[in-house]
């Protein structure tokens, strides 16, 4: 179902007037009836998927690095719903739910986490290192930072290719630290480049809160000095995003260059699955999620205007466990990549 | 003195050009910065401007003329009051008034000196190990706990010593290498960075250049290669690029090579590449005692040193020596096991592979020599080849690349230094040729492995 087009009026307010970071503050993008069911479908996805990849750590299906999404769905729900066919998406390491948001098979990705032959690289690139040609999803980065330049490249070719398309490059604040983003926002500036910088703002760099490593914690003004104009938005709320992402995905696409959005959001997990989180307190994050959580947001709404019942929630519910419970299965049962695959892939 | 105008070189690679035009004709005055000619080399025509004033007094060398080496006189330019007659002893400005006498053989032409001999490179000789009094007390000690003593012990000793890097204070490291060291010397000496390798490396190598001693912690060494060009460029570099005058007195330490499951882009092993880099010392140490010693040598140390440490390693136990002022020499291998049969050499989390084939090989009746390389950068060969000496065959095991790896280069050197020795060619155990994959069966296909090593024992024993 095609979202419907918000009322431009109200999503320009958006965009220019920056959210308050309290996340009350920012204005809002009407929503359907059809708009918030999608939402709220696709986020429990993530949420579900989220927490089952948790399980299955601790159950040993899963090794290495594992960083959850949980917290932050309404971000990539929501830019996923202002793009069109041929757009890409490139993020770093905590992609499951940027995966999932792009159409990736829930089994393929689950079967990555496990390192099986099913999964979206054979097994061989494993939980922060997914791509699907197919999804126009450029990865899955493990490396803080290469992604925003790797993403200002998509955006390039489609400039060079004369396309209309759109690249969206997730990054997280601590990543917006690193000095190839300063780099890659001067030459999208310099060529016009139709790149969204969407600045995942959880508040945190592993154990690292945002004001112990930024001079300049606006992140939505960290383009300032190239001309890049930046908003930002409340995270959380996924009605939000999409209007701020209609904005600034219009912006690229009629070749006004790139664009920054800075997504006010908070991850409830660990940085990843050997994470204590002890730099910050369990009222704080018991907070974030009692009050502004992007699910319950939708759900609430849901139920308010009648336009699902509890029943009806139960339904959606249940179809996403059992898709969630599918991939698990799959992921859990699937054989090992064969021995023959060591060397394969290498070179062509 | 009239002064003669030169053929300049316009490129450092010019040898010679075309003098395509003259801008001052015979008789015109010239201030210093006039344009006077226009000369083409391969790659550019460019402006010749005069350095001297005076007026042309005669141009010896005609506008179109091609070929015309660099350093031949074009012009004779004429100071005030001078004649056209003067020009008979015309004075080069290049020359200076009382050259001194120099031999043939050692003037310096625009190509440096002629050949004279390279030198031998200096022979390095590091130290033995420090003798560990009898009756000293040994403590079972981690490496994560030996590395962290060994910073903070040399923090105590030396005000001079900072640590800096990604959650090495508040939380106390990612990997808790710098537990405690916020709590006991405060946030001015431990600094939490933001994810800026590239920039706090380059932060670290200009305090170094002041004498300051960072300790310089990646979160792995994954990520140093985003800072690669400021270990490589200033820091392996300064000390000899300014003639002695200043160096980078540091340490860049964290943990190197595969951990467990965590895929190709954080999961390669360093040893090999920076040991290629003059201007470096590179560590890599196996045991507690030999962290603790070494690390403290290499805060010490008046040159940058690479410390590469390994996430597996950090929570095994080691007896470490209780005692003051415990320092190991880079440099120096140690004889881990003393064989007969054959000589291992390995460093590292390659210790763990060779220690565990050398009891299997033992119970097989065969005697090998295992040696711990302790330092890459310098290499101490000399230990290698006289225990090739005696057992006459050598395997080498490590965890990264095969090619370029560290143990071809040891196998070069004892090829070139103990040739008549050798009754096998010798063998590297590596990891495979192929990015680290996630998959738990690949993965560990892609690790060398104990049989490996037994089995390449047996091949050059031929057994
Ligand atoms: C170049 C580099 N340095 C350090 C790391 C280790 N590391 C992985 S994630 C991370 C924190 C990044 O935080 P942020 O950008 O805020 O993203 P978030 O994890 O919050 O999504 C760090 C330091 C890395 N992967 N790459
Ligand atoms: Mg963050």
């Known amino acids: 179902m095609a979202p419907r087009k918000t009322a431009s009026t109200s999503s320009r307010k958006t965009a220019a007037k920056p959210a308050k970071k309290d996340f009350n503050g920012g204005i809002i993008a009407d929503f359907s009836k059809e708009d918030d069911l999608k939402a709220y479908r696709e986020m429990l996805l993530i949420r579900r998927f989220e927490e089952k990849a948790g399980q299955l750590y601790g159950m040993g299906f899963i090794g290495g690095f594992c960083h959850l999404y949980i917290g932050q769905e309404a971000v990539v729900v929501g830019m996923q719903l202002a793009l069109k066919d041929g757009d890409q998406v ?54 803080v930072g290469a992604q925003v330049s790797l993403g200002t490249g998509l955006a390039f070719a489609n400039r060079y290719r004369g396309n209309d398309n759109v690249s969206l490059a997730y990054f997280g604040d601590g990543a917006a630290n690193q ?52 908003y930002q938005v409340d995270g959380m709320d ?7 992402a209609d904005e600034a995905v219009e912006h690229c696409r009629s070749g006004k260059g790139p664009i920054i959005l800075e997504m006010l959001t908070y991850r409830y997990r660990g940085h990843s699955m050997s994470d204590p989180a002890k730099y910050r307190s369990k009222d704080e994050v018991q907070k974030m999620r009692s009050e502004h959580d ?34 698990a299965d799959f992921a859990q049962s699937d054989p090992e990549p064969d021995a023959s695959e060591l060397y394969t892939d290498i070179l062509l | 003195m009239p002064i003669e105008i030169l053929m300049p070189a316009l490129s450092p690679t010019m040898e010679e050009g075309t003098l395509s035009k003259w801008v001052k004709n015979e008789g015109d005055a010239v201030k210093s910065g006039d344009v006077i000619a226009e000369i083409e080399t391969d790659k550019a025509t460019m402006e010749v401007e005069a350095v001297d004033e005076g007026v042309i007094g005669k141009i010896l060398i005609p506008a179109g003329s091609e070929g015309v080496k660099v350093n031949t006189p074009i012009a004779v330019l004429l100071q005030d009051g001078e004649s056209a007659d003067a020009m008979a002893a015309p004075k080069t400005a290049e020359k200076p008034a009382e050259a001194p006498k120099v031999e043939e053989a050692e003037k310096p032409t625009r190509q440096g000196s002629a050949a004279a001999p390279v030198p031998a490179a200096p022979k390095v000789e590091a ?25 903070a012990e040399e923090m105590r000793r030396d005000e001079s010593v900072f640590v800096m890097g990604e959650e090495v204070a508040e939380y106390q490291g990612a990997y808790k290498i710098t537990q405690g060291l916020l709590q006991e010397f405060g946030a001015r000496r431990v600094i939490d960075t933001p994810i800026t390798e590239h920039g706090f490396a380059g932060v670290g190598v200009g305090a170094a250049m002041t004498g ?120 120096k291998a140690r004889i881990h096991k003393k064989g007969n ?19 299997e090989l033992e119970k097989e009746g065969i005697d090998v020599e295992l040696i711990d390389l302790r330092t890459i950068r310098p290499m101490d060969i000399p230990t290698i080849v006289e225990s090739v000496r005696k057992t006459g065959r050598l395997v080498t095991v490590e965890e990264g690349y095969p090619q370029s790896s560290v143990g071809t280069e040891i196998a070069t050197r004892v090829m070139q ?47």
């Open chain 1, 238 to 244: 996924v009605r939000a995003v999409k209007a701020a």
């Open chain 1, 90 to 143: 490139i993020t770093g390491y905590r992609d499951h739910g940027h995966m999932l948001a792009c159409g990736m098979s829930p089994r393929g990705v689950m079967a990555e986490l496990t390192g099986r032959r099913g999964g979206l690289s054979k097994g061989k690139g494993g939980s922060m290192h997914m791509f699907s040609k197919e999804k126009n999803f450029y990865g899955g980065h493990g490396i």
């Open chain 2, 212 to 331: 300051l001693k960072p300790i310089v912690e990646f979160m792995t060494f994954n990520f140093a290669m985003q800072a690669i060009d400021q270990i490589i460029n200033s820091a392996a570099k300064t000390l000899y690029m300014s003639g002695g005058q200043m160096g980078a007195p540091m340490v860049f330490r964290g943990p190197n090579g595969a951990a467990a499951r965590v895929a190709a882009q954080h999961s390669q092993c360093y040893a090999a590449w920076y040991s290629q880099i003059p201007g470096l010392k590179v560590v890599m140490p196996y045991t507690a005692a030999d962290a603790k010693g070494l690390l403290k040598a290499a805060i010490r140390d008046p040159n940058p040193v690479i410390f590469l440490e390994n996430e597996i390693l950090y929570g095994q136990s080691f007896e470490v020596p209780k005692m003051d002022d415990f320092v190991l020499p880079i440099g």
């Open chain 2, 341 to 359: 049969d054959a000589t291992i050499v390995s460093f590292g989390i390659g210790m763990t592979y060779a220690v565990k084939a050398v009891a």
């Open chain 2, 127 to 151: 130290a033995a190990d420090p003798d560990i009094p009898a009756g000293t007390e040994m403590v079972m000690t981690t490496v994560r706990e030996a590395l962290r003593d060994a910073m």
């Open chain 2, 417 to 463: 230094q103990a040739f008549d020795y050798l009754d096998a060619p010798i063998l590297t155990i590596a990891g495979k040729d192929v990015p680290m994959p996630y998959a738990a069966n690949l993965e560990k296909l892609a690790l060398p492995n104990v049989g490996e090593v037994v089995q390449a024992v047996k091949t050059v024993c031929y057994k």
């Open chain 1, 294 to 327: 992007p699910i319950e947001q939708v759900r609430a709404r849901l139920l308010e205007r009648k336009w699902a019942s509890e029943d009806d929630l139960k339904q959606i519910d249940k179809e996403v466990r059992d898709i969630v419970a599918d991939s």
């Open chain 1, 179 to 230: 000095g190839q983003v300063y780099e890659s926002f001067n030459m999208a500036a310099l060529w016009k480049l139709p790149v969204v910088y969407i600045i995942e703002n959880n508040r945190y760099a592993m154990g690292t809160a945002v004001s112990r490593a930024s001079a300049q914690t606006d992140f939505s003004q960290r383009g300032a000095s190239f001309g890049i104009p930046g």
